[in-house]
């Protein structure tokens, strides 16, 4: 129960105790007064300890299942840590495209063709060799058909000008 104040244009929040106006509190369907119970001071404090909790749980769990996750993820396209690893090492340890080798800063991913089979993941003749990131996105945006119909068309004029 929400404590009662006296006057109707105040309310006491439930989470500092303040005596506070309506306005210092967010708007909401769902409560009587039309306004949540916690102030937007205490509702932001709130907020930011548990998005703190929830990702410091989120990197401990990730740095604990680090392997798994990685297996996991190589296992939709049909490939083991092996396998990928493999990969790494024939195109000398680095990205297939700049030839990088920092794992500190750049995570590699494995670079596969949308185009081959259907549905969200691929098999493993789809895999074209592993990435690192920026260069994974940069080859996305290459692979839209509409950008490469389009350098085509600009390719075109400038050899005809």
Partial sequence: MMPVTD????Q????????LP?????RSRNHRNG??????ECRAAYGAAHRAERA???????????????AYNLSRYGITPEDFDAI?????GGCGICGT???SRRRFDLDHDHGHCPGRFGCPICIRG?????CNVRLRHVENQKIVRYLARATRRQEAA
């Fill in 7 to 10: 006057c109707p244009s105040m």
């Fill in 12 to 19: 006491v929040c439930t989470g500092c105790g303040r005596e």
């Fill in 22 to 26: 309506l306005d210092a509190y967010h």
């Fill in 35 to 40: 306004r949540v119970t916690r102030c937007r």
């Fill in 56 to 70: 410091a749980a989120s990197a401990t769990y990730n740095a604990t299942h680090r392997a798994e996750i990685a």
């Fill in 88 to 92: 790494l090492a024939e195109q000398g």
């Fill in 101 to 103: 080798t920092d794992q």
């Fill in 130 to 134: 592993v990435l690192c990131n920026p």
